[in-house]
Protein backbone atom coordinates (compact mmCIF):
# COMPACT_ATOMS: atom_id res chain seq x y z
CA UNK A 1 0.00 0.00 0.00
CA UNK A 2 1.32 3.45 -0.45
CA UNK A 3 2.97 4.68 2.77
CA UNK A 4 5.21 8.29 3.31
CA UNK A 5 7.14 8.09 6.14
CA UNK A 6 8.88 11.26 7.47
CA UNK A 7 11.59 11.55 9.49
CA UNK A 8 14.38 14.05 10.84
CA UNK A 9 11.93 16.64 12.73
CA UNK A 10 12.97 17.20 16.28
CA UNK A 11 14.28 20.68 18.67
CA UNK A 12 16.33 22.96 17.47
CA UNK A 13 17.66 26.49 18.15
CA UNK A 14 16.46 29.68 16.33
CA UNK A 15 18.94 29.92 13.41
CA UNK A 16 19.71 26.30 13.52
CA UNK A 17 19.71 23.69 10.77
CA UNK A 18 17.07 20.74 10.27
CA UNK A 19 16.99 17.96 7.31
CA UNK A 20 13.59 16.41 6.98
CA UNK A 21 13.26 12.72 4.67
CA UNK A 22 9.93 11.58 3.22
CA UNK A 23 10.54 7.82 2.02
CA UNK A 24 8.08 6.76 -0.44
CA UNK A 25 7.04 3.23 -1.18
CA UNK A 26 3.75 1.59 -2.80
CA UNK A 27 3.02 4.34 -5.89
CA UNK A 28 5.57 5.10 -8.67
CA UNK A 29 7.52 7.78 -7.05
CA UNK A 30 8.91 9.61 -9.94
CA UNK A 31 5.41 10.22 -11.42
CA UNK A 32 4.70 12.36 -8.90
CA UNK A 33 5.20 15.82 -7.50
CA UNK A 34 6.32 16.07 -4.33
CA UNK A 35 5.28 19.22 -1.54
CA UNK A 36 5.88 19.97 2.09
CA UNK A 37 3.18 21.40 4.25
CA UNK A 38 3.17 22.19 7.93
CA UNK A 39 0.99 22.77 10.52
CA UNK A 40 1.18 24.92 13.53
CA UNK A 41 -0.89 24.31 16.50
CA UNK A 42 -4.14 26.41 16.43
CA UNK A 43 -3.32 26.89 12.68
CA UNK A 44 -4.64 25.74 9.30
CA UNK A 45 -1.98 22.92 7.23
CA UNK A 46 -0.11 25.29 4.93
CA UNK A 47 1.91 24.57 1.91
CA UNK A 48 5.35 24.82 2.48
CA UNK A 49 7.61 23.90 -0.39
CA UNK A 50 6.92 21.48 -3.89
CA UNK A 51 8.95 19.85 -6.48
CA UNK A 52 8.16 18.27 -10.16
CA UNK A 53 7.89 14.94 -10.79
CA UNK A 54 12.04 15.17 -12.55
CA UNK A 55 12.55 17.91 -10.06
CA UNK A 56 13.12 20.44 -12.86
CA UNK A 57 10.32 22.64 -10.68
CA UNK A 58 10.17 24.40 -7.38
CA UNK A 59 7.85 26.70 -5.58
CA UNK A 60 8.36 27.78 -2.33
CA UNK A 61 5.78 29.37 0.63
CA UNK A 62 7.56 33.36 0.62
CA UNK A 63 7.87 32.87 4.23
CA UNK A 64 10.79 30.25 3.57
CA UNK A 65 12.14 31.04 0.45
CA UNK A 66 15.97 31.87 0.96
CA UNK A 67 16.18 29.36 3.80
CA UNK A 68 14.33 25.84 2.76
CA UNK A 69 15.60 23.86 -0.45
CA UNK A 70 13.76 21.25 -1.56
CA UNK A 71 15.18 18.57 -3.20
CA UNK A 72 14.45 15.19 -4.61
CA UNK A 73 16.36 11.76 -5.19
CA UNK A 74 14.28 9.13 -7.42
CA UNK A 75 16.46 6.85 -6.90
CA UNK A 76 15.98 6.64 -3.47
CA UNK A 77 11.82 7.50 -3.74
CA UNK A 78 12.79 10.16 -1.32
CA UNK A 79 12.34 14.06 -1.00
CA UNK A 80 14.47 15.94 1.51
CA UNK A 81 13.32 19.59 2.97
CA UNK A 82 16.96 21.45 4.16
CA UNK A 83 15.64 24.17 6.35
CA UNK A 84 18.52 26.53 7.55
CA UNK A 85 18.27 29.83 9.75
CA UNK A 86 15.46 28.21 11.26
CA UNK A 87 12.74 30.81 13.40
CA UNK A 88 10.13 30.26 16.36
CA UNK A 89 7.56 30.24 13.67
CA UNK A 90 8.65 27.56 11.73
CA UNK A 91 7.54 24.87 14.43
CA UNK A 92 4.78 23.20 13.06
CA UNK A 93 3.99 19.39 12.25
CA UNK A 94 5.57 19.03 8.40
CA UNK A 95 3.81 16.94 6.26
CA UNK A 96 4.93 15.78 3.28
CA UNK A 97 2.49 15.14 0.01
CA UNK A 98 2.31 13.33 -3.39
CA UNK A 99 -0.01 14.40 -5.76
CA UNK A 100 -0.65 13.47 -9.49
CA UNK A 101 -3.36 15.73 -10.94
CA UNK A 102 -6.35 15.53 -10.89
CA UNK A 103 -7.07 13.38 -8.38
CA UNK A 104 -4.59 11.55 -6.77
CA UNK A 105 -2.76 12.75 -3.43
CA UNK A 106 -1.29 10.98 -0.19
CA UNK A 107 0.03 12.09 2.41
CA UNK A 108 2.36 11.20 5.65
CA UNK A 109 1.83 10.85 9.40
CA UNK A 110 4.51 14.57 9.80
CA UNK A 111 6.98 14.85 11.94
CA UNK A 112 7.44 17.50 14.30
CA UNK A 113 9.54 20.43 14.70
CA UNK A 114 10.26 22.68 17.27
CA UNK A 115 12.37 25.52 17.28
CA UNK A 116 13.21 27.09 20.76
CA UNK A 117 16.32 28.34 22.72
Known amino acids: QVQLVESGGGLVQPGGSKRLSCAAS????????MSWYRQAPGKEREFVAT????????NYAESVKGRFTISRDNSKNTVYLQMNNLKLEDTAVYYC??????????WGQGTQVTVSS
Open 97 to 106: KASRPPTLNY
Open 26 to 33: GFTFSTYA
Open 51 to 58: IGSVGGFV
